[in-house]
């Protein structure tokens, strides 16, 4: 590979010419696959059992007539088939057993009988056998059962707690374990649901609840919704291995607290952080090599730790160009605090920050808040969103705001390989004061504020919690077990995983 972008062991770097980029020539790249740790695969014997296979040459098929083209609903492929010498009898154990997986319990003999006419209409019809059984599976898929959780009113039976469980921790329906518990009758037992919880969470799969959830609580969904400027923050504009770093990174802290069962407090501020050597770079702490995320813990007085100041979330609550205490002020609030703030009125226009640097986000809304009717919201968002200002679009620390236009440009050389252009305008402002009158210097104050009552982080947590697992928001009846779950957790400072646990054992949980 010939390339004049390539760096020399005297050059650290070179520009590339107006329209060029570094590049990257394959000259041989081969895939082998599939790759299976078993076979037949735990989804084959589901739809096939054991019955053999049968891989026929590639043909090309008879010409069709107007009569065969309407008798058959599949037109037969070449290659793997499914063969069954008793096709009657094997359709229909294969769909029993079938019907009462998809439904999560044990099905009626009327339930999945009532699939049979379309597996033989299907075989009537010319078809194969696996084309056959795969329009029946087809038809189970598409009926209400399949699609919808079946939870009557009053307390669960335990196939449909077993359901609620596994798709609460594993984001799928219930395991052989989770069903045989079911079928005896032992999962709403205390101490049975106590260890089925415990197993779940501790399995890998797990991950897809961390996952999930993060992605509805905390908006980590929108992740790839916006991307660093290429002119202000051409620094991060295409670090794909940033963005993709600070995802997970949140996604192991918030694992890392269901692992440990880590008190409430470290939502807010902990003494580590998930980090690789992207991110350690990233955040200006001692550097180490590696791109797999670990525990690390935080020097003395950073003011990283916790989920506030993670790339992640400061990068969601930006929107690539510029920051806004509005925004963040307001996220803090609902996601963390459980205190959204009122819609602002349909007649106020956004305060858009400028990126030319004469003005700072602060100023324009001291001038917005003159107005009584904004300064009543204003004055319980914007303090929180002023703790965070320190962070820039993709949660770097900053002292001063950068800027385009005007000024001499910073030094440095971006992603795409050109000079930095935009220059450091006005200095950054963290400080604030709270609507009781409590006054922070910066972050590292903030989160002191927030952890007088964590009781009330844990509670918001639980509250979100429960609104994920069952689909119920919290009504006002629901309250004072919402409480009892914090006063049981109290002793342990609310650890984590003990709230997941109280929440599976409440009946909230336990009950439509």
């Given at each position: 590979?010939?390339s004049?972008?390539?760096?020399?062991?005297?050059?650290?770097?070179?520009?590339?010419?107006k329209?060029?980029?570094?590049?990257?020539?394959?000259?041989?790249?081969?895939v082998?696959?599939?790759?299976?740790?078993?076979?037949?695969?735990?989804?084959h014997?589901?739809?096939?059992?054991?019955?053999?296979?049968?891989?026929?040459k590639?043909?090309?098929?008879?010409?069709e007539?107007?009569?065969?083209k309407?008798?058959?609903?599949?037109?037969?492929?070449?290659?793997v088939?499914?063969?069954?010498k008793?096709?009657?009898?094997?359709?229909?154990?294969?769909?029993?057993?079938?019907?009462?997986t998809?439904?999560?319990?044990p099905?009626?003999?009327?339930?999945?009988?009532?699939?049979?006419?379309v597996?033989e209409?299907?075989?009537?019809s010319?078809n194969?056998?696996?084309?056959?059984?795969?329009?029946?599976?087809?038809?189970?898929?598409?009926?209400?059962?399949?699609?919808c959780?079946?939870?009557?009113?009053?307390?669960?039976?335990?196939?449909?707690?077993?359901?609620?469980l596994?798709?609460?921790?594993w984001?799928?329906?219930p395991?052989?374990?989770?069903?045989?518990?079911?079928?005896?009758?032992?999962?709403?037992?205390?101490n049975?649901?106590?260890?089925?919880?415990?197993r779940?969470?501790n399995?890998p799969?797990s991950?897809r609840?961390v996952?999930?959830f993060?992605?509805?609580?905390?908006?980590?969904?929108?992740?790839?919704g916006?991307a660093?400027?290429?002119?202000?923050?051409?620094?991060?504009?295409?670090?794909?291995?940033?963005?993709?770093?600070?995802?997970?990174?949140t996604?192991?802290?918030?694992?890392e607290?269901?692992?440990?069962?880590?008190?409430?407090?470290n939502l807010?501020?902990?003494?580590?952080?998930m980090?690789?050597?992207r991110?350690?770079?990233?955040?200006?702490l001692?550097?180490?090599?590696?791109?797999?995320?670990?525990?690390?813990?935080?020097?003395?007085?950073?003011?990283?730790?916790?989920?506030?100041?993670?790339?992640?979330?400061?990068?969601v609550?930006?929107n690539?160009?510029?920051?806004?205490?509005?925004?963040?002020g307001?996220?803090?609030?609902?996601?963390?605090?459980g205190?959204?703030p009122l819609?602002?009125p349909?007649?106020?226009?956004?305060?858009?920050?400028?990126?030319?640097?004469?003005?700072?986000?602060?100023q324009?809304?001291?001038?917005?808040?003159t107005?009584?009717?904004?300064?009543?919201?204003?004055?319980?968002i914007?303090?929180?969103?002023?703790?965070?200002?320190?962070?820039?679009?993709m949660?770097?620390?900053?002292?001063?705001?950068?800027?385009?236009?005007?000024?001499?440009p910073?030094?440095?050389?971006?992603?795409?390989?050109?000079?930095f252009?935009?220059h450091?305008?006005?200095p950054?402002?963290?400080?604030?004061?709270?609507?009781?009158g409590?006054?922070?210097?910066?972050?590292?104050?903030?989160?002191t504020?927030?952890?007088?009552?964590?009781?009330?982080?844990?509670?918001?947590?639980?509250?979100?919690?429960t609104?994920?697992?069952?689909?119920?928001p919290?009504?006002?009846?629901?309250?004072?077990e919402?409480?009892?779950?914090?006063?049981?957790?109290?002793?342990?400072?609310?650890?984590?995983?003990?709230?997941?646990?109280?929440?599976?054992?409440?009946r909230?949980?336990?009950?439509?």
């Open positions: 590979m010939d004049p972008f390539l760096e020399s062991p005297t050059q650290t770097h070179q520009e590339p010419e329209d060029g980029q570094p590049g990257v020539v394959f000259r041989w790249l081969e082998e696959g599939p790759i299976y740790d078993e076979w037949p695969t735990p989804g014997k589901l739809l096939f059992g054991t019955l053999p296979l049968v891989n026929h590639a043909a090309t098929p008879p010409p007539t107007n009569q065969t309407v008798a058959r609903r599949f037109t037969p492929a070449p290659g088939e499914v063969v069954s008793q096709t009657r009898e094997d359709a229909d154990r294969l769909l029993k057993n079938f019907v009462s998809a439904y999560r319990r099905s009626a003999n009327a339930e999945y009988r009532r699939f049979l006419p597996v209409g299907a075989l009537n010319g194969t056998f696996t084309d056959a059984m795969i329009a029946g599976y087809t038809a189970v898929l598409c009926s209400p059962e399949f699609l959780l079946e939870e009557k009113p009053g307390r669960l039976d335990d196939h449909a707690l077993a359901a609620r596994s798709f609460f921790l984001n799928s329906p395991d052989a374990e989770l069903r045989e518990a079911a079928l005896r009758g032992d999962l709403h037992k205390p049975v649901l106590r260890a089925q919880t415990d779940l969470l399995d799969k991950r609840f996952n999930a993060l992605d509805y609580w905390i908006d980590l969904r929108k992740m790839e916006t660093p400027d290429s002119t202000l923050y051409p620094d991060y504009y295409l670090d794909d291995l940033l963005t993709e770093s600070a995802l997970e990174e996604q192991r802290f918030f694992a607290l269901i692992r440990g069962n880590l008190p409430i407090r807010v501020a902990s003494d580590f952080a980090l690789n050597e991110l350690a770079v990233h955040y200006g001692p550097a180490f090599e590696g791109a797999v995320v670990r525990r690390v813990a935080l020097p003395a007085g950073s003011p990283r730790g916790g989920l506030l100041t993670q790339a992640s979330v400061l990068k609550t930006a690539g160009t510029t920051t806004s205490p509005v925004l963040r307001a996220w803090i609030m609902e996601r963390l605090l205190q959204p819609p602002p349909t007649t106020v226009p956004a305060v858009e920050p400028d990126i030319r640097g004469a003005v700072t986000i602060r324009q809304l001291a001038k917005h808040r107005q009584e009717s904004c300064n009543a919201c204003h004055a319980k914007d303090p929180a969103g002023f703790a965070l200002e320190s962070f820039d679009v949660g770097g620390w900053r002292e001063r705001y950068r800027a385009d236009g005007d000024g001499k910073d030094k440095g050389i971006g992603k795409g390989g050109q000079k252009t935009f450091s305008a006005l950054v402002d963290a400080s604030g004061e709270m609507p009781d409590r006054k922070f210097h910066d972050v590292r104050d903030f989160k504020l927030l952890l007088a009552d964590q009781r009330q982080l844990a509670r918001n947590l639980a509250q979100q919690l609104l994920y697992a069952t689909g119920a919290i009504r006002f009846s629901d309250r004072p919402i409480e009892h779950m914090l006063d049981r957790t109290a002793a342990g400072q609310f650890g984590v995983r003990n709230l997941i646990h109280e929440l599976v054992q409440s909230l949980f336990r009950e439509k």
